[in-house]
């Protein structure tokens, strides 16, 4: 624990945390990118982005999971959130920032977007192979698929509320240590 002194008083000395800087990669690394839905490589921006940093930041073993993670949560921004305030702004553009965390053995990605209707995350496997019998279709709907396959993909997916009181995050964390023992094995 560092020890300084105090800005205020020559003879007290007060204990403060050690600074983790940002830019220190043994502190994990942190991007952040703003799109907008209305721009047609929206998704495919934020994959690359993503696989991007994780390469430069020699996560190799992560890219495709992150990708595809990531690719679900913007396209779902895109496809599905409507911004609060749209009746008060037509025809603004809507904006979606894209989060990419890691520390240090785990990877975060949030996407962010102006609606603060909650994501309808699965809430497990409820129509089981046996009782879908010869009923393919009920295994395979057309929609609801993607949140299923980023929690199949993440080791935890939730989400938060903007923090002006407006919007979401939906989140996600990959264990690094699983998808490197995953990649090895
Ligand atoms: N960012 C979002 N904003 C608002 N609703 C969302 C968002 N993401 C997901 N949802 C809701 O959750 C549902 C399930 O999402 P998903 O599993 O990706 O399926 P799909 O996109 O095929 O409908 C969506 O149909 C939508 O109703
Ligand atoms: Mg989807």
Redesign the pocket.
């Known amino acids: 624990m560092e020890v300084q002194q105090s800005k205020h008083s020559a003879n007290a000395s007060v204990t403060v945390a050690p600074h983790r800087s940002v830019h220190d990669p043994d502190n994990g690394h942190f991007r952040a990118l703003t799109l907008h839905a209305e721009d047609p490589d929206c998704v495919k921006a934020a994959r690359d982005m993503v696989g991007c940093y994780l390469q430069t930041w020699g996560l190799t073993y992560a890219v495709d999971d992150a990708r595809l993670v990531v690719s679900?949560l913007v396209?779902?921004a895109v496809?599905?959130a409507v911004p609060d305030n749209r009746l008060a702004m037509p025809g603004a553009a809507r904006r979606i920032d894209v989060w990419l965390m890691t520390y240090p053995d785990l990877l975060g990605i949030g996407v962010s977007d102006e609606d603060s209707t909650p994501p309808d995350l699965p809430a497990g496997e409820f129509i089981s192979p046996e009782l879908a019998g010869d009923f393919i279709e009920a295994l395979l709907p057309d929609?609801g698929?993607?949140?299923f396959i980023v929690q199949r993909l993440a080791d935890a997916v939730w989400w938060s509320p903007g923090l002006n009181g407006g919007g979401k995050t939906v989140w996600c964390r990959l264990d690094l240590d699983r998808l490197w023992a995953e990649h090895s094995a």
């Open positions: 679900e396209g779902n496809h599905h929609r698929r993607g949140l």
